[in-house]
């Protein structure tokens, strides 16, 4: 069986920060492209960081840009999201997912991920 479980979600203040997980079982994340989505109410969902397969490429959404970091521990089978200067707007579902392609790069295009988890609550609120 094909899984992926988010934790690490929570309540911070703004300017706080969060470290979510990702663990992968029934599969071994190397060479699986790996991305970060986020959904708020009414909203569609929305890609926050990926990072390919080879690991030799990365890209944020300019939301992102220079408050997160994505990071892959493949000894643990499991990636990581680095969340700092934490906003209000940054409140959501979020949700991670592979895919085998792309390997030599990486999408925030969902439809292009087979795999996904079932999400972590974060919410940025004083």
């Known amino acids: 069986q094909l899984q992926l479980v988010e934790s690490g979600g929570g309540l911070v203040q703004p300017g706080g920060s969060l470290r979510l997980s990702c663990a992968a079982s029934?599969?071994?994340?190397?060479?699986?492209?790996i991305a970060w989505f986020r959904q708020a109410p009414g909203k569609e969902r929305e890609g926050v960081s990926c990072?390919?397969?080879?690991?030799?490429?990365?890209n944020f959404a300019d939301s992102a840009k220079g408050r997160f970091t994505i990071s892959r521990d493949n000894a643990k089978n499991t990636v990581y999201l680095q969340m700092n200067s934490l906003k209000p707007e940054d409140t959501a579902v979020y949700y991670c997912?592979?895919?085998?392609?792309?390997?030599?790069?990486?999408?925030?295009?969902?439809?292009?991920?087979?795999?996904w988890g079932q999400g972590a609550q974060v919410t940025v609120s004083s």
């Open positions: 997912a592979a895919d085998r392609r792309p390997y030599y790069s990486c999408s925030l295009r969902a439809s292009i991920f087979a795999y």
């Open positions: 029934g599969f071994t994340l190397d060479y699986y492209a």
């Open positions: 990072i390919s397969g080879s690991g030799g490429n990365i």
